[in-house]
């Protein structure tokens, strides 16, 4: 609830978008922690002395920084919460805010732009032209789309709405999770290696942490296998990536269309310079619209439990 004597005070963990951390700054006393001289020697002196916290998915959020502000609230900006202690801020009291749903179009989007860039070598067949190779040599085959098998690992908000434009190209579609999904009305494969040995393409939209940490292993890519498309717009620590860059290197699968990766924003260089791997800087969410709206929530949700005591979107 919103302290009746003073403005809310609030710790921002990282850098944040400039809209975001601009209109934060017009409504609440905004300290930004990462500007600190010595960030840890600011949360020991600063526990208890804040209304809330705002991060960002890839900034998380420790139990010393809830130890911060205990009994409120921390936004977070993104629909991964994976790297936020969850069992810290319920020691603390904290309630958590995500921000689903607004960014599910847009990352599906993008995932069905790397199925269709990745297959049909389309940032290779740009090169070719812009580097003038058109007039004196034809661009190879590449790989049809419609008609083919896609496989889904994580069937959320984001893997459905995979599956909505999947359905547009007339492909075949099955899924891999934790259980089926009551009314889904797509098959439902348990085993991930039997999955990736079905699909065309498997694209990951998963959440990320410890459960599904390197989920993809060498043997879900070598059941892939040569003529088979991974793609993951969900969190790169979903993949193996050592193995994933031999299995690229060796043939062993037919390529990769990557938006994340598990140590950003580096990536392996073995996955670089490679027509049948299109390698994206964690984008998919990364438009005007999309981006509006995550911030707009994210201020709804701190707006929502200063008058209410109550966030909109708590972590699902």
Known sequence: MHPPDRPCRL??????????????????????????????AYLREHRGRFDGGVTMSRHGC?????????????????????????????????????TPDVLNDCVADLAFALVLAVARQIPAADRHVQAGRWPTAAYPLATRVSGKRLGIVGLGRIGQ?????????????????????????????????????????????????????????????DALGPEGYLINISRGSVVDEAALA????????????????ADEPKVPAALLGRDNVVTLPHIAASTRETRHAMERLVLDNLHAYFETGAVLTPPA
């Open 11 to 40: 710790l921002a963990i990282g850098p944040l978008p400039p809209g975001l951390h601009a209109s934060l700054r017009e409504r609440y006393q905004l300290v930004a922690l990462w500007e600190q001289p010595d960030p840890g």
């Open 62 to 98: 420790t139990d010393a920084m809830f130890a911060c502000f205990p009994g409120g609230v921390l936004g977070c900006f993104g629909v991964g919460y994976e790297s936020v202690d969850l069992e810290a801020a319920r020691r603390h009291r904290v309630q958590v805010s995500t």
């Open 161 to 221: 709405a995979i599956a909505r434009r999947a359905s547009g190209f007339d492909m075949a579609l099955r899924y891999h999770g934790r259980a089926p999904k009551p009314g889904a009305g797509l098959e439902f494969e348990p085993d991930l290696g039997a999955l990736a040995r079905w699909s065309d393409f498997l694209v990951l939209s998963c959440p990320g942490g410890a459960a599904t940490r390197r989920l993809v292993s060498a043997g879900v890519l």
């Open 246 to 261: 031999q299995a690229i290197a060796q043939g062993r699968i037919a390529g990769a269309g990557l938006d994340v990766y």
